[in-house]
């Protein structure tokens, strides 16, 4: 792997893994208070266009971070849906 | 501007942007709570890899994306250190 690549993952396994502690958490309480489900699609729609970006570059740091990301957040609208107040 | 680049830099624009609703609930309830210093420096260290990243690329979507992370990371964390309880 070249050192650019290796940068490139590094950082987005750090990213990435910013988004489990807000998960977990949400799994723990069962809420998902503070972020909107319009937050949620508009990261969404972000992580999707990244990671088109990264196909046309062929970029795998990126294609992999944003597929991760695309993961989570639907995961968390999910939750967002499942706990919220009936 | 290439195709390409439009793409990214749309990209950049939806998941940079989901950033500033989190910053301005903090800045009016004064708080900044659910979210551990640890986890601004993590994503600091994250974004700052990225933009480092995308220099090695000459890729200014990616530059930009994350030098505008890195500035909201930074604010967030500034926040956090005022507001938090004594």
């Known amino acids: 792997m070249l050192a650019k690549e290796l940068i490139g ?5 750090l990213t990435a893994s910013s988004l489990v502690p807000q998960f977990i958490k949400s799994l723990k309480e069962k809420k998902v208070d ?3 489900p319009f ?5 969404l729609a972000g992580n ?18 944003n597929s991760f ?5 639907v995961a968390m ?7 919220r107040k009936k």
């Open 69 to 73: 990301s695309i993961i989570m957040d």
């Open 77 to 83: 609208l999910i939750l967002k849906f499942r706990y």
């Open 39 to 43: 937050l949620f699609i508009v990261l």
């Open 48 to 65: 999707g266009l990244w990671m088109y970006y990264g196909i046309l570059l062929k970029d795998i740091p990126i294609i992999a971070t």
């Open 9 to 13: 993952v590094c950082a987005g396994i």
């Open 34 to 36: 503070g972020v909107t």
